[in-house]
Nanobody
Framework: QVQLVESGGGLVQPGGSLRLSCAASGFTFSRNAMSWYRQAPGKERELVARISSTSDSTYYADSMKGRFTISRDNARNTVDLQMNSLKPEDTAVYYC?????????WGQGTQVTVSS
C-alpha cells in the first residue's frame, strides 16, 4: 500500500533552517509529482511546494519563494524540503502528499515550530 513517512521536524529559532524528508513506498515514485503541504493551528491546510516527477518543474507558494527548496531522489524514493530563514509564521504541521492512481495520499505529518 502507499506509504508516506515524514521526518526532520522540530524546534528551531527564527532565522534558522530545517530539512524535512519524506520516504515514499507502495507506488512508482519516479512517475508521480510530489508535494509538501502545511497546516497551522486554526488554519486550512495549504500547499507549500510541488515538484514534478523528473524534477524539471517546481512550484512554490509565494510566501516560501526564495526560502524553501523542494528536491527529490528517485533512486531513493524520497522528497525533501529544505527550509531556510524560518519565521514564526512557518510554524505548522508539514505533510507529504502524493496523488496516486487518482487517490490522495498523505503522510502522518511532522511538526515544525519556529520560536525563540
Amino acid at each position: 500500500q502507499v506509504q508516506l513517512v515524514e521526518s526532520g521536524g522540530g524546534l528551531v529559532q527564527p532565522g534558522g533552517s530545517l530539512r524535512l524528508s519524506c520516504a515514499a513506498s507502495g507506488f512508482t515514485f519516479s512517475r508521480n509529482a510530489m508535494s509538501w503541504y502545511r497546516q497551522a493551528p486554526g488554519k486550512e491546510r495549504e500547499l507549500v511546494a510541488r515538484i514534478s516527477s523528473t524534477s524539471d518543474s517546481t512550484y512554490y507558494a509565494d510566501s516560501m519563494k526564495g526560502r524553501f527548496t523542494i528536491s527529490r531522489d528517485n533512486a531513493r524514493n524520497t522528497v525533501d524540503l529544505q527550509m531556510n530563514s524560518l519565521k514564526p509564521e512557518d510554524t505548522a504541521v508539514y505533510y507529504c502528499y502524493a496523488l496516486v492512481w487518482g487517490y490522495k495520499y498523505w503522510g502522518q505529518g511532522t511538526q515544525v515550530t519556529v520560536s525563540s
